[in-house]
Protein backbone atom coordinates (compact mmCIF):
# COMPACT_ATOMS: atom_id res chain seq x y z
CA UNK A 1 0.00 0.00 0.00
CA UNK A 2 3.36 2.29 -0.40
CA UNK A 3 2.11 5.17 -2.92
CA UNK A 4 1.18 8.56 -1.43
CA UNK A 5 0.30 11.63 -2.60
CA UNK A 6 2.49 14.67 -0.93
CA UNK A 7 0.91 16.07 1.84
CA UNK A 8 -1.02 19.50 1.56
CA UNK A 9 -0.46 21.90 2.34
CA UNK A 10 0.96 23.66 5.50
CA UNK A 11 2.57 20.84 8.20
CA UNK A 12 4.23 18.06 6.47
CA UNK A 13 5.42 16.53 10.35
CA UNK A 14 1.53 15.70 11.27
CA UNK A 15 0.68 13.03 8.87
CA UNK A 16 4.60 11.76 8.57
CA UNK A 17 3.28 10.79 12.45
CA UNK A 18 0.94 8.24 11.40
CA UNK A 19 2.28 6.89 8.74
CA UNK A 20 2.69 3.49 10.24
CA UNK A 21 -0.43 3.28 12.17
CA UNK A 22 -2.14 3.83 8.65
CA UNK A 23 -0.19 1.41 6.98
CA UNK A 24 -0.85 -1.20 9.71
CA UNK A 25 -4.78 -0.65 9.32
CA UNK A 26 -4.63 -0.86 6.08
CA UNK A 27 -2.73 -3.85 5.71
CA UNK A 28 -4.78 -5.42 8.46
CA UNK A 29 -8.11 -4.90 6.73
CA UNK A 30 -7.18 -5.00 3.53
CA UNK A 31 -7.84 -1.35 2.70
CA UNK A 32 -6.75 -0.70 -1.00
CA UNK A 33 -6.97 3.09 -0.97
CA UNK A 34 -7.41 5.50 1.85
CA UNK A 35 -7.43 9.47 2.33
CA UNK A 36 -7.15 11.65 5.73
CA UNK A 37 -7.31 15.27 5.98
CA UNK A 38 -7.01 16.96 9.69
CA UNK A 39 -8.68 21.01 10.22
CA UNK A 40 -8.80 23.30 12.76
CA UNK A 41 -11.26 25.80 12.89
CA UNK A 42 -9.57 28.33 10.13
CA UNK A 43 -7.25 26.18 8.32
CA UNK A 44 -6.38 22.53 6.97
CA UNK A 45 -3.34 21.24 8.24
CA UNK A 46 -2.81 18.58 6.22
CA UNK A 47 -4.68 15.87 3.93
CA UNK A 48 -2.56 13.05 2.54
CA UNK A 49 -3.85 9.70 0.29
CA UNK A 50 -2.97 6.29 0.95
CA UNK A 51 -2.75 3.13 -0.89
CA UNK A 52 -4.38 2.76 -4.54
CA UNK A 53 -7.75 4.64 -5.51
CA UNK A 54 -7.62 2.08 -8.20
CA UNK A 55 -6.13 -0.93 -7.89
CA UNK A 56 -6.47 -1.93 -12.03
CA UNK A 57 -4.06 0.88 -12.80
CA UNK A 58 -2.06 1.53 -10.01
CA UNK A 59 -3.53 5.12 -9.72
CA UNK A 60 -2.50 6.38 -5.86
CA UNK A 61 -4.91 7.84 -3.84
CA UNK A 62 -3.95 11.41 -2.86
CA UNK A 63 -5.23 14.46 -1.34
CA UNK A 64 -7.70 15.06 -3.63
CA UNK A 65 -9.71 11.91 -4.35
CA UNK A 66 -12.77 11.91 -4.92
CA UNK A 67 -15.22 9.52 -3.09
CA UNK A 68 -19.21 9.15 -2.79
CA UNK A 69 -20.07 10.73 0.55
CA UNK A 70 -22.85 8.32 1.35
CA UNK A 71 -24.92 9.02 4.60
CA UNK A 72 -22.28 11.94 5.67
CA UNK A 73 -24.16 14.13 3.23
CA UNK A 74 -26.84 14.19 5.69
CA UNK A 75 -24.68 17.13 7.77
CA UNK A 76 -24.56 18.99 4.57
CA UNK A 77 -28.56 18.55 4.46
CA UNK A 78 -29.09 19.26 8.37
CA UNK A 79 -26.87 22.48 8.15
CA UNK A 80 -28.92 23.54 5.40
CA UNK A 81 -31.70 23.16 7.17
CA UNK A 82 -30.60 24.67 10.42
CA UNK A 83 -29.70 27.63 8.27
CA UNK A 84 -33.37 28.21 7.17
CA UNK A 85 -34.65 27.86 10.72
CA UNK A 86 -31.99 30.24 11.90
CA UNK A 87 -33.69 32.62 8.70
CA UNK A 88 -37.20 31.96 10.42
CA UNK A 89 -37.94 30.45 6.42
CA UNK A 90 -38.25 26.40 8.47
CA UNK A 91 -40.33 25.87 11.97
CA UNK A 92 -38.25 22.77 13.16
CA UNK A 93 -41.52 22.20 15.58
CA UNK A 94 -44.06 22.18 12.50
CA UNK A 95 -45.74 18.85 11.58
CA UNK A 96 -43.87 16.99 8.82
CA UNK A 97 -47.39 16.67 6.90
CA UNK A 98 -47.94 20.00 6.63
CA UNK A 99 -45.05 20.21 4.10
CA UNK A 100 -44.77 16.82 2.53
CA UNK A 101 -48.48 15.63 3.37
CA UNK A 102 -47.50 11.87 2.07
CA UNK A 103 -45.52 11.52 5.23
CA UNK A 104 -48.43 11.75 7.99
CA UNK A 105 -48.90 9.10 10.58
CA UNK A 106 -52.34 7.20 10.22
CA UNK A 107 -52.87 7.99 14.21
CA UNK A 108 -51.26 9.43 17.42
CA UNK A 109 -49.25 12.58 16.92
CA UNK A 110 -47.71 13.83 13.79
CA UNK A 111 -43.91 13.98 13.35
CA UNK A 112 -41.85 17.36 13.35
CA UNK A 113 -39.70 18.16 11.05
CA UNK A 114 -37.04 18.71 14.43
CA UNK A 115 -37.74 15.13 14.57
CA UNK A 116 -36.45 14.32 11.06
CA UNK A 117 -33.26 15.75 12.05
CA UNK A 118 -32.96 13.39 15.27
CA UNK A 119 -33.88 10.33 13.92
CA UNK A 120 -36.95 10.34 15.89
CA UNK A 121 -39.87 11.05 13.51
CA UNK A 122 -40.45 7.34 13.09
CA UNK A 123 -39.20 6.86 9.36
CA UNK A 124 -37.98 2.95 8.58
CA UNK A 125 -34.73 2.46 7.37
CA UNK A 126 -34.66 -0.05 4.25
CA UNK A 127 -31.63 -1.46 2.78
CA UNK A 128 -30.41 1.03 -0.11
CA UNK A 129 -28.19 -1.15 -1.91
CA UNK A 130 -30.37 -0.79 -5.23
CA UNK A 131 -31.34 3.27 -5.17
CA UNK A 132 -28.10 3.63 -6.94
CA UNK A 133 -26.98 4.00 -10.65
CA UNK A 134 -24.25 4.47 -13.13
CA UNK A 135 -23.06 7.64 -12.81
CA UNK A 136 -23.68 8.85 -15.91
CA UNK A 137 -27.51 8.20 -15.68
CA UNK A 138 -29.23 11.22 -16.22
CA UNK A 139 -31.35 13.27 -13.82
CA UNK A 140 -34.74 12.09 -14.84
CA UNK A 141 -34.15 8.83 -14.11
CA UNK A 142 -32.42 9.25 -10.08
CA UNK A 143 -35.34 11.09 -9.63
CA UNK A 144 -38.12 8.36 -10.89
CA UNK A 145 -36.40 6.31 -8.28
CA UNK A 146 -36.52 8.43 -5.75
CA UNK A 147 -40.06 8.55 -6.43
CA UNK A 148 -40.40 4.69 -6.05
CA UNK A 149 -38.68 4.53 -3.04
CA UNK A 150 -40.60 7.27 -1.70
CA UNK A 151 -44.37 5.48 -2.84
CA UNK A 152 -43.46 2.54 -1.66
CA UNK A 153 -42.07 3.83 1.90
CA UNK A 154 -44.64 6.64 2.00
CA UNK A 155 -45.15 6.71 5.98
CA UNK A 156 -43.67 6.57 9.43
CA UNK A 157 -44.02 3.08 10.38
CA UNK A 158 -43.38 3.89 14.38
CA UNK A 159 -44.96 6.50 16.59
CA UNK A 160 -43.01 9.95 16.26
CA UNK A 161 -41.23 10.88 18.98
CA UNK A 162 -40.16 6.89 20.20
CA UNK A 163 -36.41 5.87 20.65
CA UNK A 164 -34.21 7.43 18.02
CA UNK A 165 -33.57 4.84 15.61
CA UNK A 166 -31.35 5.69 12.39
CA UNK A 167 -32.82 6.31 9.32
CA UNK A 168 -32.24 7.41 5.76
CA UNK A 169 -36.24 7.69 4.78
CA UNK A 170 -35.85 10.36 7.06
CA UNK A 171 -33.03 11.98 5.30
CA UNK A 172 -35.00 11.70 2.10
CA UNK A 173 -38.47 13.46 3.64
CA UNK A 174 -35.86 16.03 4.60
CA UNK A 175 -34.68 16.69 1.75
CA UNK A 176 -38.90 17.11 0.35
CA UNK A 177 -39.17 19.52 3.14
CA UNK A 178 -36.20 21.98 2.57
CA UNK A 179 -37.60 21.70 -1.38
CA UNK A 180 -40.52 22.50 -0.89
CA UNK A 181 -39.81 25.63 1.71
CA UNK A 182 -37.49 26.67 -0.61
CA UNK A 183 -38.90 26.35 -3.69
CA UNK A 184 -35.88 25.25 -5.23
CA UNK A 185 -34.70 21.83 -6.22
CA UNK A 186 -32.65 20.33 -2.85
CA UNK A 187 -29.69 19.98 -4.72
CA UNK A 188 -29.21 23.31 -6.69
CA UNK A 189 -30.07 24.88 -2.99
CA UNK A 190 -27.39 23.05 -0.87
CA UNK A 191 -24.85 24.29 -3.87
CA UNK A 192 -26.17 27.98 -3.52
CA UNK A 193 -26.20 28.36 0.45
CA UNK A 194 -24.02 25.94 1.29
CA UNK A 195 -21.08 24.06 -0.90
CA UNK A 196 -20.10 27.50 -3.19
CA UNK A 197 -20.43 29.89 0.48
CA UNK A 198 -17.82 26.67 2.02
CA UNK A 199 -15.42 26.86 -0.87
CA UNK A 200 -16.42 23.00 -1.64
CA UNK A 201 -15.55 23.17 -5.13
CA UNK A 202 -14.92 19.87 -5.62
CA UNK A 203 -18.09 18.35 -3.80
CA UNK A 204 -21.70 18.15 -5.66
CA UNK A 205 -24.49 15.74 -6.47
CA UNK A 206 -22.56 14.31 -9.41
CA UNK A 207 -19.25 13.34 -10.73
CA UNK A 208 -17.30 16.35 -12.03
CA UNK A 209 -16.07 15.74 -15.78
CA UNK A 210 -11.97 15.33 -15.51
CA UNK A 211 -12.03 15.12 -11.77
CA UNK A 212 -10.56 11.46 -10.42
CA UNK A 213 -12.31 9.40 -8.29
CA UNK A 214 -11.75 6.29 -6.29
CA UNK A 215 -12.58 3.36 -7.77
CA UNK A 216 -14.88 1.28 -5.06
CA UNK A 217 -14.23 -2.46 -4.07
CA UNK A 218 -15.98 -5.18 -2.30
CA UNK A 219 -13.48 -8.14 -0.48
CA UNK A 220 -15.39 -11.20 -1.12
CA UNK A 221 -14.65 -15.08 -2.40
CA UNK A 222 -15.13 -15.81 -5.85
CA UNK A 223 -18.41 -18.02 -5.99
CA UNK A 224 -20.59 -14.75 -4.17
CA UNK A 225 -19.39 -12.55 -7.35
CA UNK A 226 -22.74 -13.29 -9.21
CA UNK A 227 -24.89 -12.80 -5.95
CA UNK A 228 -23.26 -9.56 -5.89
CA UNK A 229 -24.21 -8.82 -9.62
CA UNK A 230 -27.85 -10.05 -8.44
CA UNK A 231 -27.92 -7.75 -5.70
CA UNK A 232 -26.47 -5.08 -7.11
CA UNK A 233 -28.23 -3.02 -9.85
CA UNK A 234 -27.14 -3.66 -14.00
CA UNK A 235 -23.91 -2.29 -14.97
CA UNK A 236 -22.32 -1.79 -11.04
CA UNK A 237 -20.51 -4.53 -10.85
CA UNK A 238 -17.37 -4.63 -12.59
CA UNK A 239 -14.20 -6.93 -12.66
CA UNK A 240 -12.37 -8.17 -10.29
CA UNK A 241 -8.34 -8.24 -9.16
CA UNK A 242 -7.47 -10.59 -6.62
CA UNK A 243 -9.91 -10.68 -3.56
CA UNK A 244 -11.43 -7.79 -4.62
CA UNK A 245 -14.40 -7.15 -6.85
CA UNK A 246 -14.34 -3.56 -8.68
CA UNK A 247 -17.72 -1.40 -8.77
CA UNK A 248 -18.03 0.77 -11.54
CA UNK A 249 -18.67 4.73 -10.88
CA UNK A 250 -22.32 5.47 -9.34
CA UNK A 251 -24.67 7.59 -7.84
CA UNK A 252 -26.83 7.83 -5.23
CA UNK A 253 -30.82 8.30 -5.75
CA UNK A 254 -31.50 10.36 -2.54
CA UNK A 255 -29.48 13.24 -2.41
CA UNK A 256 -30.51 14.53 0.85
CA UNK A 257 -29.48 11.38 2.93
CA UNK A 258 -26.40 9.90 0.69
CA UNK A 259 -25.88 11.66 -2.80
CA UNK A 260 -22.93 13.83 -2.50
CA UNK A 261 -19.50 12.75 -4.01
CA UNK A 262 -16.46 14.83 -3.46
CA UNK A 263 -13.03 14.95 -1.81
CA UNK A 264 -12.05 14.53 2.16
CA UNK A 265 -10.89 18.45 2.02
CA UNK A 266 -13.96 19.39 1.31
CA UNK A 267 -15.24 17.38 4.25
CA UNK A 268 -12.77 18.71 6.06
CA UNK A 269 -14.35 22.53 4.93
CA UNK A 270 -17.46 21.16 6.24
CA UNK A 271 -15.97 20.26 9.69
CA UNK A 272 -14.00 23.45 9.73
CA UNK A 273 -17.52 25.56 9.51
CA UNK A 274 -18.77 23.65 12.52
CA UNK A 275 -15.63 24.33 14.35
CA UNK A 276 -15.45 27.87 13.64
CA UNK A 277 -19.54 27.85 14.70
CA UNK A 278 -21.22 28.00 11.49
CA UNK A 279 -18.36 30.83 10.12
CA UNK A 280 -16.01 29.98 6.87
CA UNK A 281 -13.32 32.37 5.84
CA UNK A 282 -15.37 35.31 6.85
CA UNK A 283 -18.83 33.90 5.62
CA UNK A 284 -21.31 33.04 8.12
CA UNK A 285 -23.63 30.18 7.09
CA UNK A 286 -25.00 28.76 10.20
CA UNK A 287 -25.64 30.76 13.46
CA UNK A 288 -23.68 29.54 16.32
CA UNK A 289 -26.38 28.29 18.00
CA UNK A 290 -27.35 26.23 15.58
CA UNK A 291 -24.15 24.76 14.94
CA UNK A 292 -23.89 23.75 18.79
CA UNK A 293 -27.58 21.97 18.23
CA UNK A 294 -26.18 20.02 15.65
CA UNK A 295 -23.32 18.52 17.80
CA UNK A 296 -25.58 18.66 21.07
CA UNK A 297 -26.22 14.86 21.62
CA UNK A 298 -29.63 14.92 23.48
CA UNK A 299 -31.32 12.19 22.14
CA UNK A 300 -30.35 8.57 23.21
CA UNK A 301 -31.06 6.13 20.10
CA UNK A 302 -29.95 2.78 18.29
CA UNK A 303 -27.34 2.42 16.95
CA UNK A 304 -26.31 6.02 18.15
CA UNK A 305 -27.07 8.82 20.44
CA UNK A 306 -28.05 11.95 18.04
CA UNK A 307 -27.97 15.71 18.33
CA UNK A 308 -30.17 17.35 15.52
CA UNK A 309 -27.18 15.98 12.60
CA UNK A 310 -24.46 14.77 14.62
CA UNK A 311 -24.25 11.64 16.47
CA UNK A 312 -22.38 9.31 18.78
CA UNK A 313 -21.99 5.89 19.67
CA UNK A 314 -23.29 5.21 23.42
CA UNK A 315 -20.06 3.51 23.75
CA UNK A 316 -17.98 6.52 23.39
CA UNK A 317 -20.13 8.97 25.50
CA UNK A 318 -17.55 9.30 27.89
CA UNK A 319 -14.62 9.70 25.71
CA UNK A 320 -11.76 11.79 26.30
CA UNK A 321 -11.66 14.36 23.96
CA UNK A 322 -15.16 14.33 23.55
CA UNK A 323 -16.29 13.94 20.02
CA UNK A 324 -19.41 13.82 17.56
CA UNK A 325 -19.25 12.08 14.07
CA UNK A 326 -21.30 10.79 11.06
CA UNK A 327 -20.31 7.68 9.01
CA UNK A 328 -20.99 7.55 5.40
CA UNK A 329 -21.19 3.95 4.52
CA UNK A 330 -22.07 2.41 1.02
CA UNK A 331 -21.12 -0.74 -1.48
CA UNK A 332 -17.46 0.25 -2.16
CA UNK A 333 -16.60 2.82 0.21
CA UNK A 334 -16.22 3.36 4.09
CA UNK A 335 -16.35 6.64 5.46
CA UNK A 336 -15.97 9.27 8.10
CA UNK A 337 -16.08 12.41 9.47
CA UNK A 338 -15.58 13.78 13.08
CA UNK A 339 -15.39 16.57 15.13
CA UNK A 340 -13.45 17.47 18.50
CA UNK A 341 -15.18 20.83 19.64
CA UNK A 342 -12.92 21.22 22.28
CA UNK A 343 -9.70 20.54 20.90
CA UNK A 344 -10.97 22.56 17.70
CA UNK A 345 -9.91 19.54 15.48
CA UNK A 346 -11.80 17.79 12.84
CA UNK A 347 -10.82 14.62 10.82
CA UNK A 348 -11.98 13.22 8.16
CA UNK A 349 -11.32 9.64 6.97
CA UNK A 350 -12.36 8.15 3.22
CA UNK A 351 -11.75 4.89 2.05
CA UNK A 352 -12.62 2.46 -0.95
CA UNK A 353 -13.67 -0.58 1.07
CA UNK A 354 -16.97 -1.57 1.99
CA UNK A 355 -16.02 -3.48 4.91
CA UNK A 356 -15.28 -1.32 8.14
CA UNK A 357 -11.93 -0.29 9.43
CA UNK A 358 -10.90 1.00 12.73
CA UNK A 359 -11.60 4.34 11.92
CA UNK A 360 -11.45 5.34 15.68
CA UNK A 361 -7.37 4.10 16.00
CA UNK A 362 -6.72 5.84 12.98
CA UNK A 363 -8.60 9.08 13.92
CA UNK A 364 -6.91 8.59 17.85
CA UNK A 365 -3.52 8.81 16.29
CA UNK A 366 -3.96 11.82 14.26
CA UNK A 367 -5.12 13.73 16.89
CA UNK A 368 -2.29 12.79 19.28
CA UNK A 369 0.33 13.59 16.28
CA UNK A 370 -1.61 17.41 16.61
CA UNK A 371 -2.04 17.94 19.95
CA UNK A 372 1.35 16.29 21.09
Not at 3 to 10: E, K, L, Q
Not at 78 to 106: N, S
Not at 298 to 327: I, S
Amino acid sequence: MSPTSSTRPAEPTVLDDVRGTVTELMTRHRVPGLTVAVTGPDRLLAARGYGYADLATRRPATADTGYPWFSMSKIATATVAMRLADEDRLDLDAPVCDLVPRFAARSGEQPRVRQLLDHTAGAGNPLPVRWVLPADAPEAEVDAVVRRVSARHDRPTRPAGAPARYSNLGYLVLAEVLATVTGERFTDHVRRVLLQPAGMTATGYAHRPGAEYATGYVRLPRPLTPVLRAVLPSGIVGDRHGEQVALRPFRVAGAGYGGLVGTATDAARLLRLHLAEGTIDGTRVLTAGSARAMRTIATPGRPFDLGLGWFRRPADRHATPGFVEHWGTGGGFWNAMRLYPDLGLGVVVMANTTRAYDHHALMTAVVDAVTR
